[in-house]
């Protein structure tokens, strides 16, 4: 919310996400206040927060909150600190543990991280039946390693089923894909790419593109 916070509403509005994974959420002095002023906004609620770390999950109305929690991961002093963010939402019967992450600038606090990440994802997901989701801001690409290890563990949604470019980063002329959703076995993944939202919003909104993924129930094989 430092650039034009009305793209960045008709960003939000055109992903039409029922759950949203924010990175760089407001986290100085009154940043609640900002959360909230956006989930007004935009017609969501706040699900979940890390706010040291600024991240959030956000929800439409129709979503059901079953249970938030929020990590600090390891600090490497003087570096920023990280962490990840899971509201275990419903919606129509499904039930999904989304995370939200943005990881570090050094590649050894990031691959660090991303197994602190995966460890309390998956004990999340598990203690409520949930199929864990994550989402964020890797700043890697996906050839280095905690890219492959998250991706090893976890469906990269667009590579499954990509949909427009690939890039996100920078948002004005994007030439490097660092922003992903991965999802868990039992989701099969329809769609996944940056919003189809106008560019010039695109651009104003956030120096990364959003990306969306649209998941559904995996259908389950009839027995023999």
């Given amino acids: 919310m430092r650039d034009d916070v009305p793209a960045l509403v008709r960003v939000i509005a055109a992903m039409d996400a029922d759950v949203l994974c924010v990175q760089e959420a407001p986290r100085a002095l009154w ?21 040291l770390a600024g991240l959030a999950v956000y929800v439409k109305p129709t979503v059901k909150v079953v249970h938030a929690e929020a ?50 994802l998956e004990r999340v997901a598990a203690r409520f039946a949930a199929i864990p989701v994550l989402a ?61 939202a106008p560019r010039a919003d695109l651009a104003a909104a956030s120096d990364h593109l959003p990306v969306v993924a649209r998941l559904r129930r995996a259908a389950v094989a009839p027995e023999p």
């Fill in 31 to 51: 940043c609640g206040r900002r959360r909230r002023e956006l989930a007004e906004l935009t017609g969501t609620r706040v699900a979940a927060g890390c706010g």
């Fill in 71 to 120: 990590h600090l991961l390891r600090v490497f002093f003087p570096r920023e600190v990280r962490g990840l963010a899971t509201a275990v939402v419903e919606l129509e019967g499904l039930r999904l543990a989304a995370g939200s992450i943005h990881l570090d600038l050094v590649p050894a606090h990031r691959l660090y991280h991303a197994t602190e990440i995966v460890a309390l």
């Fill in 136 to 196: 964020g801001d890797l700043n890697e690409r996906d050839h280095e390693p905690t890219w492959r290890y998250l991706a090893a563990r976890l469906a990269d949604c667009y590579a499954r089923a990509p949909l427009g470019d690939a890039p996100t980063f920078p948002a004005r002329n994007p030439t490097a894909r660092i922003d992903a959703v991965f999802a868990g076995a039992g989701l099969e993944v329809d769609s996944c790419g940056v919003v189809p």
